[in-house]
């Protein structure tokens, strides 16, 4: 390529850019006229609205001063009105005020006058009080012993009838209350009462069992004895043969074991000795279960296992026929029961209910009343102190000592009086009530006796012209000393010795 071509070239560029350069601004600067011109538009229209906006301020401004120089003066209105109450409340005050004030004036003035008339009625009054030990040469205290002396023996009787009166009727009311108390604890027990016996009776399949029973020359019989210390008692009753001891727990050791016996039916001492063994591990679980079942029956779950075990004993001892762990989950109940009634603490109500008679698990075996033995025991086994003052009054040989033991010991009454509780022979029930009433109408002085509780208490009644208050204490030991001599019974008898005075007059 030439220089002149590349002359021309240069240049053509050059030209052509020029043109583009002046093209592009000519565009520019018709979109600057034209930004120009919205620009000034929207200026304009802004300065309107903005005119408009101000306009429209400033009318409401004027509305918003014009309204509130209305509440203005409405607000002056009321505290111009407000201050002319309070001004005129202020005047009535300064007036009351004033009044008050001549009123304590007054009232001052009296209280003055009334106290020199005090002093005046005390000199007067101290004169006459001289002249009065004077005149009767005493002092005034000694004026007033004389008088008080007089009015005492004058109104004496009648203080201690009304006095009387009112011990009889609170006692009438705390009776029928504790009445009407037990009779709803009774019924809300519904556990059924079952008496026990001495004897138990097995079942025989045939008659030729009660041979081998014997065995040659009775010696099956004679092992059997021994070896359970119970009696077997043989008769014409068909297919059933006697059990007899006194103990329960020996009893159903010995049942236990003649079943088995009879299941086996090769009777002989090496098997009878065998089976007896066994019949012991049984009957020991046994009382575990029940030692155990009682608590969980009662919910009582911090007893010490040897305490459960002796429990259990008591289900193969009884008391007047009735089964001794029976009666003491009664009583737990019953003590519960009337310690929720009274706001009292039901669980120590309800531990020494169950435990009141614990000390029968061991009292055949250990010498000693069941009392102290279940108090021993209940020490040796670290069972609360309160559990134990609850327990062991419940025979009045130790003083009440909470409140608690209150609650046992009516409970243990509630549970051996039910009907049904405990059995006694009728004949000699009835022979014993009337010779204990036939003991005390032997002596002199006594008018009429009466035997209540099951002949737990008799009841006597003397003439009080020929029995004085310190006679009657005498005459109520002289009665049980010859109980003690002339009756055989279990338990206590309570004698209570009554004397009434009685003024009667007649009106004609």
């Given amino acids: 390529m030439s220089t002149l071509e590349i002359i021309y070239l240069v240049s053509a560029l050059i030209a052509g850019s020029a043109l583009g350069f002046w093209f592009r601004k000519y565009q520019s600067q018709k979109k600057l006229e034209n930004l120009d011109e919205i620009i000034e538009e929207k200026l304009k ?3 309107t609205e903005a005119t408009k906006i101000l306009t429209e301020a400033a ?4 509305k918003i001063l014009t309204e509130t120089e209305e509440e203005i003066k409405t607000e002056r209105a009321d505290l111009n009105k407000t201050r002319e109450r309070l001004l005129n409340r202020e005047v009535l005050l300064d007036e009351k005020s004033k009044r008050l004030e001549e009123k304590e004036e007054k009232l001052n003035s009296e209280i003055e006058k009334l106290k020199q008339a005090k002093e005046e009625i005390e000199k007067y009054r101290l004169a006459q009080f001289q002249k009065l030990e004077e005149i009767s040469k005493l002092t005034a205290e000694q004026a007033k012993d004389i008088l008080f002396e007089e009015l005492k023996k004058r109104y004496e009787t009648d203080l201690f009838e009304s006095l009387r009166k009112l011990e009889k009727l609170r006692k009438e009311e705390i009776e029928k209350k504790s009445a009407q108390l037990m009779l709803d604890i009774i019924q809300r027990y519904s556990r059924s009462s079952v008496s026990e016996f001495t004897t138990s009776t097995v079942n ?17 019989i004679k092992a059997f004895e021994n ?6 008692i043989i008769d014409e009753t068909p297919d059933a043969v006697t059990l007899s001891c006194f103990d329960p727990v020996r009893r159903a050791v010995a049942k236990l074991a003649l079943e088995k016996l009879i299941t086996d039916s090769r009777i002989q001492p090496a098997k009878i000795e065998e089976k007896v063994a066994e019949a012991h591990k049984e009957i020991n679980q046994a009382i575990k279960e029940a030692g155990e079942q009682a608590v969980y029956e009662l919910g009582i779950i911090d007893l010490p296992a040897e305490i459960v075990q002796l429990l259990g004993r008591l289900n193969y001892r009884t008391s007047y026929g009735q089964n001794v762990l029976t009666h003491s989950i009664e ?6 029961m009337l310690a929720n009634e009274l706001n009292l603490d039901s669980e120590i109500a309800k531990k020494a209910g169950l435990l009141h008679d614990i000390g029968k698990a061991i009292d055949h075996e250990v010498e000693g009343d069941h009392l102290n033995l279940g108090i021993k025991i209940l020490q040796k086994y670290k069972i609360d102190e309160r559990v134990i003052l609850a ?6 040989n130790y003083p009440i000592a909470i409140p608690e033991a209150y609650l046992v010991n009516a409970a243990d009454a509630l549970s051996a009086s039910r009907p049904g509780a405990r059995r006694e022979s009728l004949e000699s029930y009835l022979k014993r009530l009337t010779d204990l009433e036939k ?8 008018e009429k006796s009466y035997a209540i509780s099951a002949g737990r208490e008799l009841r006597v009644f003397v003439m009080p012209q020929e029995i004085s208050d310190l006679e009657m204490m005498d005459l109520a030991r002289s009665i049980a000393l010859k109980i003690e001599e002339e009756l055989k019974y279990a338990g206590e008898i309570k ?9 009667i007059e007649y009106a004609k």
């Fill in 59 to 62: 009318d409401k401004a004027r």
């Fill in 439 to 446: 003991i005390a109408k032997e002596f002199k002085g006594v």
């Fill in 204 to 220: 025989i399949p045939n008659e030729e069992i009660k041979g081998k029973i014997i065995g040659k020359e009775g010696r099956n």
């Fill in 227 to 232: 070896l359970t210390g119970v009696e077997i």
């Fill in 391 to 396: 327990m062991r009054s419940h025979h009045e």
């Fill in 331 to 336: 009583v737990a109940y019953f003590a519960e």
């Fill in 45 to 47: 229209k802004s300065e």
């Fill in 495 to 503: 004698v209570v010795v009554i004397r009434e005075n009685r003024a």
